[in-house]
Nanobody, 123 residues
Framework: QVQLVESGGGSAQPGGSLRLTCVAS????????MSWARQVPGKGLEWVSG????????YYPDSVKGRFTISRDNAKNTLYLQMNSLKPEDTAVYYC????????????????WGQGTQVTVAS
């Protein structure tokens, strides 16, 4: 079955960097666009970044554009999110998603999502 395992979360100071990693299994990784989403407890999910199957197309919302970089290594079935110039408002649980964009219906995550990794940005 599909498995998405995130790692790399943790604590960072404002202005610092973290790199998230998502190792995928159970499907042909190179056939699918992938994305990262984040959620602050009690708030909605935000689509943080998306990447097409061949890395030719990427998406970033204005909130992270110029600071975050999504990438993938299809040979290693691995998705990455490099986060630089971190801000306290980047604090959230970050999810790896098997799709170019995350799909939710109400509070229900649709499709395949990882278990999430906590990122905390504070001085």
């Amino acid at each position: 079955q599909v498995q998405l395992v995130e790692s790399g979360g943790g604590s960072a100071q404002p202005g610092g960097s973290l790199r998230l990693t998502c190792v995928a299994s159970g499907f042909t990784f190179s056939d699918y666009g992938m994305s990262w989403a984040r959620q602050v407890p009690g708030k909605g999910l935000e689509w943080v970044s998306g990447i097409s199957s061949d890395s030719s197309t990427t998406y970033y919302p204005d909130s992270v554009k110029g600071r975050f970089t999504i990438s993938r290594d299809n040979a290693k079935n691995t998705l990455y999110l490099q986060m630089n110039s971190l801000k306290p408002e980047d604090t959230a649980v970050y999810y790896c998603v098997k799709n170019y964009y995350p799909v939710v219906r109400g509070t229900v995550k649709v499709g395949s999502w990882g278990q999430g990794t906590q990122v905390t940005v504070a001085s």
